[in-house]
């Protein structure tokens, strides 16, 4: 059976629709905000990669929201481009409207919620009030732009017999895509397959609209909950680049992508998506937003075709299928991993930063990248691609208001620590010290002195990028200041170098944050 889509045309049964969050959904976990620029990068990626809708934003959350999801809609060609707004909300729908206007492809994402315990807490309302919200605010969007996706937000925990009347009453008043989030990750892969199967079966019209999975990961079971919706009837998956979004995040993109593709017998469907350029627009969001990847995650993390055991080593020198399902080359990864050294030119270095996916640095990026790679491999042994990688995203972030120059630290047993510290501050050098009461304190502090906050350290966390002594320090900092909280990431071979640079990182982070505004309820 195939369904007339106003953005797809007709679609068959197989194909599944590819809508991607991560500039919505995703930019909501704490610390993850981005900038106009950040977020432009991100979806011309996007549509790269052959996601089929692009969620921009949430257009009345602020006026920078509106703005982002304007210019994706002005300058993103490919995808359907999306805005979120409130079902309940007159204002979020026109808003949303005018945002997504100048697409070749608009799409309005209207939601509310439906369960008893948010009824009753969140909005305050009647289950008849809500129905007449759903068909009021459907029908709003509808007359801004045909293609028109309604949300039952809390659906996992709707009663079936009102989240039918609900999605009864959203396609007769216009809406052509039908979405069921697990919005708390509550629900196991038997729950999602029997809701999908219930609406499919019970609801007028169903025949006529596709149905869409929106599955959180707090039990881990995002992933699993997304495919058991496709083998129940679900045709759109909602998704994001490395998992990220609130609390535990969404089901990630790479791994649905991969298991449809990796196992046909148990998920016999079609999607758009260019798989080699997985790992690149992986790479580029953690670069973005400072999240970096978990070694063992699936498809994307480092480790993800390493092999450590002698057996499995025995077994891949004979043939790689008896330990890996898939090849690496098809998710974006390359088998080597040492490939430069403190011989190598600037030409060479060039040509693995394409590898790596930076392929879109400026001349100056990459002058500064490759002093930073010729000091790191005069004092290291192996340069291994994640120590590329780290040193990088220092020159790929967007430094418009502080950025590092230069540190010394004097400390010791016996003496009180003491920083001197260069940055530079909207194009101006400023330069200062402080004391105290260990090198990161002493560091910190400095920073402090040339570029005054309120903003509270609230996590400060340090890592190695690879094994051995020499290994280069990632350091996480996390910053709070009226309740905005934003992560930054550093990464040197010097740890208390490493600690300034993500703490900069995050004081510009946070000076993106302070414009934002968001409304009163967010959806997942």
């Known amino acids: 059976m195939s369904i007339d889509h106003p953005s797809f045309g007709r679609l068959a049964d197989d194909r599944v629709i590819i809508f991607d969050t991560t500039l919505r959904d995703g930019e909501q976990s704490p610390g993850c905000s981005m900038n106009l620029a950040e977020k432009l990068r991100m979806a011309h990626a996007l549509a790269e990669l052959g996601v089929d809708v692009i969620e921009a934003g949430f257009p009345v959350a602020s006026p920078g929201d509106f703005e982002s999801v304007r210019e994706i809609a002005t300058h993103v060609r490919g995808p359907v481009i999306c805005g979120l707004a409130r079902t309940g909300g007159r204002d979020d729908i026109a808003r949303a409207g005018e945002a997504v206007r100048p697409a070749a492809r608009p799409r309005i994402h209207t939601f509310i919620s439906t369960s008893p315990l948010h009824m009753k807490y969140k909005l305050r309302m009647e289950p008849d009030t809500v129905l007449g919200l759903v068909t009021a605010g459907t029908e709003a969007a509808r007359n801004l732009v045909d293609d028109v996706e309604w949300s039952a937000e809390d659906g996992s925990r709707t009663e079936p017999e009102f989240l039918c009347r609900c999605v009864e009453a959203a396609i007769r008043a216009g809406a052509t895509t039908i979405n069921i989030p697990d919005t708390v990750g509550y629900a196991t892969p038997a729950d999602m397959a029997a809701i999908f199967a219930m609406l499919r079966e019970r609801v007028p019209g169903a025949d006529a609209v596709i149905f869409s ?81 978990q070694p063992n995650k699936a498809i994307v993390g480092r480790n993800a075709f390493a092999h450590e055991s002698g057996i499995h080593q025995d077994g891949m020198l004979k043939n790689a299928a008896t330990y890996e399902i898939m090849t690496p ?41 490759f002093t930073r790679f010729k000091d790191l491999a005069d004092r290291k042994k192996s340069i291994y691609d994640d120590d590329i990688t780290a040193l990088v995203d220092d020159e790929v972030r967007d430094h418009a208001h502080v950025r590092f120059v230069s540190l010394d630290v004097a400390s010791g047993s016996h003496r009180t620590a003491r920083a001197e510290l260069q940055l530079e501050i909207d194009g101006r050098a400023a330069t200062g010290g402080a004391d105290g009461s260990g090198p990161v304190d002493a560091a910190f502090n400095a920073v402090r002195t040339l570029f005054p906050h309120e903003a509270t350290l ?53 000076l993106v944050k302070r414009s934002r505004t968001e409304p009163a309820a967010l959806s997942a």
Not at 234 to 244: D, H, K, S, Y
Not at 336 to 343: A, E, I, Q, T
Not at 356 to 366: A, S
Request: with cysteine; proline share 2%; net charge negative.
């Open 213 to 293: 999975a929106h599955n959180h990961n707090d039990l881990g079971l995002a992933v699993a909950n997304t495919a058991a919706a496709l083998r129940a009837g679900a045709r759109q998956v909602e998704c994001t680049i490395n998992g990220i979004g609130e609390r535990a995040g969404n089901a990630a993109l790479e791994e649905i992508v991969m298991a449809i593709r990796t196992r046909p017998d148990a998920l016999p469907f079609q999607n758009a998506v260019r798989t080699p350029d997985l790992l690149r627009v992986s790479r580029m969001l953690a670069t973005i937003t400072g999240f970096d990847v």
């Open 329 to 369: 080359e098809s998710v974006g990864w390359t088998k080597s991993s040492l490939v430069l050294g403190k011989h190598s030119g600037r030409a060479a270095f060039r040509d693995k930063l394409v590898a790596l996916g930076y392929g879109d640095l400026g001349d100056n990026q990459v002058q500064d990248a």
């Open 458 to 510: 609230v996590l400060f966390s340090v890592g190695a990028v690879t094994d051995g002594t020499d290994a280069q320090a990632r350091t996480t900092v996390r910053l709070e200041e009226q309740g905005k909280m934003v992560d930054g990431q550093g990464a040197d071979a010097d740890t208390i170098v490493s600690a300034v640079r993500a703490y900069v990182h995050a004081l510009n982070k946070l």
